[in-house]
């Protein structure tokens, strides 16, 4: 979709805010960013030089010739890949929420409309809600009325509040909730537009919403299963 992707980063705790401000300075946003710990035993972390198992996530929104460009940056001036420093991998997007959604999540980028695709076809869409705290009552409710099942949510810290202001008319709130909703394809549209319409913009939710594909799944009991 568009050629737009998620970029995921996962450094060192104690380094967020060096990564933060070396995106800003590539006009990458930093949309939410997340405090983890990783799973790495105590003398895996002296093997990789690590102190400790620490870790921010932090999640942008990038174009393909945004992320080309970056790439050779993050290995250059921020010596990824390093041990102790962290790692980056790449999410395809396959649809946005509107256009201004579209617009805020790419400020400062170059993006060139083309037409809505889905990778391989896939049969199912991860739906990432990302709204003010205290929404998730507000978002889940939106996406059961277009028959969605339940979701997940992380708690997150949210970037770009002057971006919001511009493109989406809204103040955003600092603290975030990241909403996971895993639909079938076929049901992805009406499910992201009633979120959008009940929790996106101008409601004080601020809620914007994307899709991922899901290339496989296991487990999953689904409200529209006995329809196949």
Aim: proline share 2%; aromatic share 6%.
């Amino acid at each position: 979709m568009y050629g737009i992707n998620v970029a995921v980063l996962i450094v060192a705790r104690e380094l967020k805010s060096k990564f933060t401000e070396f995106l800003e300075s590539q006009n990458v946003h930093v949309t939410l960013s997340v405090l983890g710990k990783g799973t790495a035993n105590s003398e895996t972390l002296d093997f990789l030089g690590l102190e400790s198992s620490e870790r921010a996530v932090l999640f942008s929104v990038v174009t393909r010739e945004t992320w080309e460009k970056l790439k050779k940056s993050l290995y250059k001036t921020m010596y990824i890949g390093v041990p102790g420093v962290g790692v980056a991998f790449l999410v395809p997007m396959s649809s946005i929420g509107g256009r201004r959604t579209l617009q805020y999540l790419t400020d400062g980028q170059t993006v060139t409309l083309e037409e809505e695709s889905t990778l391989q076809n896939t049969d199912y869409e991860l739906l990432i809600t990302i709204a003010n705290s205290g929404s998730i009552d507000l978002i889940m409710d939106a996406a059961r009325s277009a028959d969605a099942t339940g979701g997940t949510v992380l708690h997150a810290k949210g970037t770009g509040a002057e971006q919001a202001k511009k493109f989406l008319g809204i103040s955003l709130a600092e603290e975030k909730e990241m909403v996971f909703v895993v639909v079938r394809s076929g049901r992805k549209n009406e499910v992201m537009r009633a979120i959008m319409e009940q929790a996106g913009a101008p409601n004080p939710a601020g809620a914007v919403v994307f899709s991922v594909p899901v290339t496989d799944t296991a487990g999953l009991r689904l409200a529209d299963a006995d329809d196949e």
